[in-house]
């Protein structure tokens, strides 16, 4: 089963290579954007399609496919946040006997230098008090109840209870994204963007994190906080909270040639030419060939090839085109060298890996 799966990835690889070589083949007699007598040539799984004003609209309807969506579950955001205190919290507990909130001597005798840690029992001892329980407690409920007992050797004793090193609580972030590890909760509401910051290190999805609590699996998709402001997919994060950030994996396009090489998320809103080009700066107007501009596509209409769609940025009316031509999930945008003889050796180099990777992960999926 697994060798004929690999056999199959194998011959789609093989094909969509074979058709990318024969294009390639009639670069050094070819000038762009491609004619319709070299395009003649070609084999029946490439199918070159020369994008203008006249078939946009057509292009669009007939080959686009929107990015990849994902539902969204996200987990109950509770109105209020409580910091409630647990085994190994430090707390810091102070007792006042005067209206001026002055220590006196007798005041340090029930204040100890460091405060009291809650032991793997959740209780802590309190002088004249004695045992305490603060286990699943807030501060305000730990200091009412020192409060009462204390009246029994203070007159209208007035205590004041704060964590002073917050130890018992911690969620876990996990996946691709930087700063992975656990994340230690205070009393200050940690929500998920504070977890998962969006410009650091890695590529996750944000689209589709995982939040696992209490035995069940939430998807939050953060991206519509932050694109669409839906205060439901930033969810306050809860003791013991596990967060997974998925790999990027069908939301992208990959951006090659004599622009900036790179993998681009494709937001759920999807995104033009125009502003992927924009994004990164534009394409080299030294070295890049303006004629040269192509959009790599594995669609439905061409089975087991792929069509490749060709745009003329010397004319002013491919400004209009760009912002008309939607890009989809693992697009493959290439612009060449000139001359465009160099357009065989940059395909070969750029696409065996990058349909290896596809062609690979695809069986890898359906064992």
Not at 12 to 41: D, K, N, W, Y
Not at 177 to 186: A, D, H, M
Request: hydrophobic share 40%; aromatic share 8%.
């Amino acid at each position: 089963m697994l060798s004929s799966q690999l056999s199959s990835g194998r011959k789609l690889i093989a094909a969509a290579l074979c058709g990318l070589f024969a294009l390639a083949s009639c670069g050094e007699h070819m000038a762009f954007p491609v004619s319709e007598s070299a395009q003649e040539r070609l084999p029946g799984n490439v199918n070159v399609i020369r994008v203008t004003t006249k078939n946009i609209a057509h292009v669009r309807q007939v080959y686009y496919e929107p990015p990849v969506s994902h539902a969204a579950n996200p987990p109950y955001d509770p109105g209020r946040y409580a910091y409630r205190v647990g085994a190994g919290d430090q707390l810091r507990i102070q007792v006042w006997t005067t209206p001026e909130r002055a220590p006196t001597g007798s005041d340090a005798a029930l204040r100890p230098a460091e405060g009291p840690v809650i032991d793997e029992t959740g209780h802590f001892f309190y002088p004249f008090v004695g045992e305490v329980r603060a286990q699943g407690r807030t501060v305000s409920d730990i200091r009412n109840e020192l409060t009462d007992r204390l009246r029994a050797y203070i007159t209208d004793p007035q205590v004041e209870v704060a964590v002073q090193e917050f130890r018992a609580h911690s969620v876990l972030l996990t996946g691709a994204v930087g700063g992975v590890g656990p994340r230690t909760l205070t009393n200050v509401p940690l929500r998920l963007i504070d977890l998962v910051n969006p410009s650091g290190e890695g590529g996750g999805d944000l689209s589709r994190i995982e939040v696992r609590r209490r035995g069940q699996t939430f998807t939050v998709n953060l991206r519509a906080f932050l694109e669409e402001g839906d205060y439901r997919q930033n969810p306050i994060l809860l003791p013991g909270d596990v967060v997974f950030v998925p790999e990027l994996r069908d939301n992208k396009i990959f951006v090659f040639g004599e622009i900036a090489t790179t993998e681009v998320p494709l937001d759920p809103g999807g995104k033009s030419l125009t502003e992927l080009l924009a994004e990164l700066g534009g394409i080299d107007r030294m070295r890049a060939n303006a004629k040269g501009v192509f959009v790599f596509r594995r669609t439905k209409v061409t089975t087991s090839g792929f069509d490749v769609f060709q745009f003329d940025l010397s004319d002013a009316s491919a400004l209009i085109l760009l912002s008309d031509f939607p890009l989809s999930p693992l697009d493959i945008v290439f612009v060449t060298k000139d001359p465009v003889t160099q357009w065989t050796d940059t395909v070969g180099r750029v696409l065996i890996p990058v349909y290896g990777f596809l062609e690979v992960r695809s069986v890898a999926e359906s064992l």
